[in-house]
C-alpha cells in the first residue's frame, strides 16, 4: 500500500499519539482512477508529478535511515493503514480534496496550531502542525523527508510557466523531477539556496569561560523580557566560496574577524527553499558593531549563562549544543 503525507503550506496533517504529534499517512493509489498499461507509461510520470502530488526521494526511503531512527518510526501504534513502511509520497490537502483521497476529520477546533497542544484524555485529536513545532520532536530523517515534502510541493506551485517565454510549462519524463518548456525547451529544476550559519567562540576575557556569539535579530520579535537568540547566517552570493560567505556575512551583521573557520554539518529547511551549512570559527579581533535593520543586539555569552536560543531540531541548536558538551554543559 502506497502512503502519503498530507501537507498544507508549511502544516503537516498529525494526530496525536502516544509518542505525541505524529504524522498521518493515508492510502493512496499509485495512479489514481488509472490503470497503466505499456501505452501509458509515458503518461505515468507526469501523473507522479501533478501539481498537489510530488514522490519523495529514495534517498530518504527506510532503507537509507540509521537504524535506531528507523526502529523508532515503525513502532508509531496507530499508523493509519497499520503499514509502518515511511510514506513515499506526498500531496497537498487541495490536492485530496479534489482527487477524493479520503482523509481522517480534522477536529472540530483544529486552527493549524502554532503550539504543541495536548488534547483531552481520550479524545483522539488530528490537526495541521507547523513543521516549526514537528522538528522538535520527530526524528531527524522523519522532518527531513517532511522538509523535502514542503519544499517540492511549493516548488511545484510556483513553477507552473516558462521563467524565460511564461509558456505554461509541462513534466519532463521518464520520472525526472524537472518542469520543461515546449516552446524554446527550457528545463528548470528545484532551486535550493546555500545559506551558511556559524558558531563564533573565544574565552571569555575575564575568566576565561567559553563565550559563542549570539544575536538578537528582528525575525524573532519584538524586544522584550525573553528575547530569543541565534546564530549570524545569510545567504550564500554568486562566485564566493562558503567559507567567503562565513566571512562576509559575520563582518556585515557584526563587524568582527575570525580564524579557524571549519564546516561541521548541514541541514534542509523549508523556509522556502534553503540547505543551511554549518560552520564553527574563533573570534580574532574587532569590536562587535550591528547591522541595525537585521539585528537588535549582539554579544558573547558565557556557555554556563545563555539566553533563549533556538528550538531543539535546528542547526543552530545543534551547533550551540556541540560547543557546550565540549565544555561539560548539557542544554
Not at 502516544?18 to 501505452?39: C, F, M, R, S, Y
Amino acid at each position: 500500500m502506497t502512503t502519503a503525507f498530507v501537507i498544507d503550506n508549511e502544516t503537516v496533517l498529525c494526530r496525536y499519539t502516544a509518542k505525541g504529534w505524529w504524522p498521518v499517512q493515508v492510502p493512496v493509489l499509485a495512479i489514481e482512477n488509472d490503470t497503466v498499461t505499456k501505452d501509458q507509461a509515458a503518461e505515468s510520470s507526469s501523473k507522479l508529478y501533478q501539481v498537489g502530488r510530488v514522490e519523495l526521494l529514495a534517498s530518504l526511503a527506510a532503507s537509507h535511515w540509521e537504524t535506531g531512527e528507523l526502529q523508532e518510526l515503525n513502532t508509531d501504534p496507530e499508523s493509519i493503514d497499520g503499514n509502518d513502511v515511511p510514506a513515499t509520497i506526498a500531496i497537498t490537502y487541495d490536492y485530496a480534496q479534489t482527487h477524493g483521497i479520503a482523509i481522517p476529520h480534522l477536529t472540530e477546533d483544529s486552527h493549524k496550531s502554532t503550539v504543541l497542544q495536548t488534547p483531552l484524555a481520550g479524545a483522539e485529536k488530528i490537526d495541521f502542525i507547523t513543521y516549526r513545532q514537528l522538528i522538535t520532536q520527530l526524528p531527524a530523517a522523519l522532518s527531513t523527508q517532511l522538509s523535502q515534502a514542503i519544499q517540492l510541493l511549493r516548488w511545484q506551485a510556483d513553477t507552473q510557466f516558462c521563467s524565460r517565454c511564461s509558456a505554461s510549462v509541462t513534466v519532463a519524463k521518464f520520472g525526472e523531477r524537472a518542469m520543461v518548456c515546449p516552446v524554446c525547451r527550457l528545463r528548470q529544476y528545484p532551486r535550493v539556496q546555500p545559506c551558511v550559519i556559524t558558531a563564533i567562540t573565544r574565552p571569555n576575557p575575564q575568566t576565561g569561560e567559553m563565550q559563542i556569539l549570539l544575536a538578537h535579530h528582528h525575525r524573532y520579535g519584538q524586544p522584550s523580557t525573553h528575547l530569543q537568540y541565534g546564530l549570524i547566517a545569510g545567504f550564500v552570493e554568486v562566485g564566493e566560496s562558503l567559507e567567503h560567505a562565513v566571512v562576509r556575512e559575520v563582518a556585515e551583521e557584526v563587524g568582527i574577524c575570525l580564524t579557524d573557520i571549519r564546516y561541521v554539518s548541514s541541514q534542509p529547511w523549508p523556509f522556502p527553499s534553503n540547505l543551511m551549512l554549518g560552520f564553527r570559527a574563533s573570534y580574532t579581533s574587532g569590536q562587535i558593531v550591528i547591522q541595525e535593520d537585521e539585528l537588535s543586539h549582539a554579544d558573547f555569552f558565557d556557555i554556563s549563562n545563555l539566553p533563549k536560543i533556538p528550538f531543539k531540531g535546528s542547526i543552530a541548536y545543534d551547533l550551540i549544543a556541540q560547543i557546550a558538551h565540549e565544555q561539560g554543559i548539557i542544554l
